[in-house]
């Protein structure tokens, strides 16, 4: 059955610390892997990958991918609390000729002022 | 503004009791799925469509229709609602073929009670 693992559950930081989130998979036919970060309604996109070993970077937030051991790792450099929210990892697969979407439970983070 | 709209954003309502909720998107993409989110779950995927007239089931598509008549629209029906369909519900949609990168509505909590 496919699967993907989110860890830890949630984690509580100070402004200023760095923190790194992180996601397993096992999936068959995998396609893609995706970050969001959900505050109180949508899920928000923050990176796709989907090759191993390069690294996404937007601003403060970088993650990237082993396809090897699959997974995927988000970092959060100069923690702000506006990084408070739940981190969503999801990937894709195809199944069955078309596409499907594997969420995790989401790591929620904290960020104390 | 590009975006995926839902309505309502809140419904209580009682067991047995059909309902639609709505979704559109005016980015013009071809692919559109439901998801619901329920604590300790994650998100889950109730259906989805990969163009007009054309519809598959996900994970979880029992007690749910959808209908796919216009590109931009993709309405959720609950024929007959039951309490265990309380949850968070997204909409979601993407470009096409190898676009992976799902945008999310605004989400509609349903409770039936």
């Known amino acids: 059955e496919d699967k993907v693992v989110q860890s830890p559950l949630s984690l509580v930081v100070h402004e200023g610390d760095t923190v790194t989130l992180n996601c397993s998979y096992e999936?068959?036919?995998?396609?893609?892997l995706l970050w969001y970060k959900q505050e109180k309604k949508a899920p928000t996109f923050l990176f796709m990958l989907?090759?191993?070993?390069i690294e996404k970077k937007s601003g403060r937030l970088s993650s990237i991918l082993d396809k090897k051991e699959l997974f995927s790792i988000l970092n959060i450099t100069a923690t702000q609390t506006g990084d408070s929210a739940v981190y969503l990892c999801?990937?894709?697969?195809?199944?069955?000729?078309?596409?499907?979407?594997?969420f995790g439970t989401g790591t929620r983070l904290k960020v104390l002022a | 503004e590009a975006q995926v709209t839902q309505n309502p954003r809140y419904l209580i309502t009682v067991t047995g009791k059909k309902l639609t909720v709505t979704c559109s998107q005016n980015?013009?993409?071809?692919?559109m799925s439901w998801y619901r989110q329920d604590p300790g779950l994650g998100l889950r995927q109730i259906y989805y469509s990969m163009n007009v007239e054309v519809t598959d089931k996900g994970d979880v598509p029992e007690g749910y229709k959808v209908s796919r008549k216009e590109k931009r629209n993709f309405p959720l029906i609950l024929e007959s609602p039951s309490p265990n369909q309380t949850s968070l519900y997204f909409c979601?949609?993407?470009?096409?073929?190898?676009?992976?990168?799902?945008?999310f509505g605004p989400g509609t909590r349903l409770t039936v009670t």
């Open positions: 989907t090759s191993s070993g």
């Open positions: 979601a949609s993407r470009p096409g073929q190898g676009a992976y990168e799902q945008y």
């Open positions: 980015m013009n993409h071809e692919y």
């Open positions: 999936v068959t036919n995998f396609r893609s």
């Open positions: 999801a990937v894709s697969a195809v199944a069955s000729g078309t596409y499907k979407y594997i």
